[in-house]
């Protein structure tokens, strides 16, 4: 499944994201050892643009339990266009991927 979000250069955005397995259930991230997001310019693209992590900086864990993650952007300074995310996340040792999808950034005109 795709996830898409646009956000606007160089603002604060936090982006609400609940991991879920595959039978659509929520997955409890109680015990979670690492959560990782990446942005590049194309999904082709090894060069990571911007990257968050738990523990780390950039994603929080706003309900653990219920899988609902929080991706902070702040005063990112990329330029205007389409750029490709992918996630993971690390639980008992076993590395799961995520969605993976776009996100716009959009001018900021005022």
């Known amino acids: 499944m795709s996830f898409f979000f646009d956000y606007y250069k160089g603002r604060y955005k936090s982006v609400l994201y609940t991991i879920i397995d595959t039978s659509g259930n929520p997955v409890d ?28 900086s950039g994603i929080q864990l706003v309900e653990p339990a219920s899988g609902i993650i929080s991706i902070v952007l702040s ?13 993971m996340y690390r639980l008992h040792g076993q590395d799961v991927h995520l969605d993976d999808g776009t996100f716009w950034v959009r001018p900021t005109i005022i």
């Not at 005063?75 to 996630?87: C, D, F, I």
């Open 75 to 87: 005063g990112v300074e990329l330029e205007r266009g389409t750029y490709y995310h992918q996630s």
């Open 29 to 56: 991230l109680t015990d979670v050892e690492l959560v990782k997001w990446a942005g590049s310019t194309s999904e082709n693209s090894e060069t990571v643009l911007l990257e968050k992590s738990w523990p780390g």
